[in-house]
């Protein structure tokens, strides 16, 4: 079997990208055309999209290519760094230690050597080198010899290659339309995906993020809570942007397979004890690892509102007692005393978070189910304040 891989991080995919596949493609008779986007590196945060979405917009510019071409969710999800040598391992052991063709430029053949466990680079792919016509110059011959004595098999491909690139168009956003194609630039639009408004940003990007990763109903709850959220920010005063983007986010991880969502409520550092959290609760920590990851979202408000959205906490802030109760008496939820908790929270939040943790607290013990301790820390936080505003 043959296979044709192109990696990137995709950030976003352009018209480049796009011609070097296309010549790709045609350069032999291949089985499979896998494209690989990067993962989020976990110690840095070095793409602007988060993983999902370039998936998405890979998907959207690269799909049509060809019959076989499929995107490759794999260096976002297998949890560890990504590596050249461990995606060509990969892919060697799930395709029956097929004959892999990678794509690279001809900057990349000068680094090859340097890569991580290159010798195993060199010795499981034939490196495809797109260079320009006019680029065949002595020294890349000479480098390629070089590799090709420590086990490297190269192939140049002579292409006339877009010069543009993703960091091009996200310096130059909107003044330079022709870098990616109306496909994905619509997607970009639609969503804010790579403005200057870094607010709008995350706002399009949370959102789109939504529509991606949940069900239809839970992305239609996502919707409601944000909704709501901002209503009563608007009554009580509270930054509307920062609730939107927090409401946006608080049930990403609701639809995640269940080893991910463990890996990242592992990671968001605020569980010590895991095995002793309700596993109903460990979604909201998982999305504030992710949008601390994937979003690069630092704000601590933000973070605390997804992070304590189930469960509520001792000293919750404004931003996350909305969250929470627009969580639980958001438009679609229907259960006898929705209605007196909802008013509570237009006119005093102390009061509906000490009510509606209550409630909570009732109806987990009446299915028999685990109290977590930070609601009843939560419930105990709001019984004093209440007691000291009297
Ligand atoms: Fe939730
Ligand atoms: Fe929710």
């Not at 491909?157 to 909107?174: D, L, P, T, W, Y």
């Not at 991910?260 to 605020?270: E, T, V």
């Not at 709001?382 to 505003?389: K, P, Y």
Request: glycine share 4%.
């Amino acid at each position: 079997m043959k296979i044709l891989l192109f990696g990137g991080s995709f950030d976003p995919p352009h018209r480049g990208h796009i011609s070097i596949l296309k010549s790709a493609v045609q350069y032999a008779d291949f089985d499979r055309i896998i494209v690989v986007p990067t993962g989020t590196p976990t110690h840095k945060k070095s793409c602007t999209a988060p993983f999902d979405v370039r998936m998405y917009m890979s998907q959207t510019a690269f799909g049509d290519i060809a019959a076989n071409v499929e995107i490759s969710d794999w260096e976002g999800t297998n949890m560890q760094d990504d590596y050249t040598y461990l995606t060509l391992q990969h892919l060697k052991e799930e395709y029956d230690n097929a004959d892999i063709y990678m794509v690279i430029g001809s900057d990349s053949l000068f680094t090859l050597d340097s890569w991580k466990n290159a010798d195993f680079v060199m010795n499981n792919c034939t490196a495809l080198v797109f260079a320009r016509e006019d680029e065949l110059e002595d020294d890349i011959a000479a480098k390629a010899q070089k590799l090709e004595a420590m086990g490297a098999k190269i192939e140049f491909v002579k292409a006339e290659i877009i010069s543009v690139s993703s960091s091009q168009f996200r310096r130059e956003g909107e003044k330079n339309a022709d870098i990616i194609t109306d496909e994905v630039q619509n997607i970009v639009d639609e969503y804010s995906l790579y403005s200057v408004d870094e607010t709008a940003r995350l706002k399009g990007t949370a959102k789109l993020l939504a529509k991606l990763l949940l069900d239809e109903k839970r992305y239609i709850h996502t919707l409601n809570v944000e909704k709501l959220a901002a209503e009563l920010g608007e009554i009580h005063g509270i930054d509307v942007e920062k609730l939107r983007i927090a409401a946006l986010l608080h049930d990403i991880m609701k639809n995640a397979p269940k080893d991910i969502l463990l890996h990242r409520a592992k990671q968001s550092g605020i569980i010590n004890k895991i095995e002793d959290k309700p596993k109903q609760t460990l979604h909201g920590f998982a999305a504030a690892d992710y949008a601390m990851r994937e979003l690069g979202i630092t704000d601590e408000e933000i973070l605390w509102a997804v992070k304590s959205h189930t469960c509520g906490r001792s000293g919750m802030q404004d931003i996350e007692k909305v969250i929470y109760l627009a969580d639980m008496l958001c438009e679609e939820r229907c259960f006898d005393g929705k209605d007196y908790l909802l008013s509570l929270a237009k006119q005093n939040l102390d009061k509906a978070m000490f009510a509606s943790l209550e409630h909570s607290l009732a109806f987990v013990k009446s299915k028999g189910n685990t109290v977590d301790t930070d609601s009843l820390e939560a419930l105990e936080y709001f019984r004093a304040r209440l007691a000291r505003n009297l």
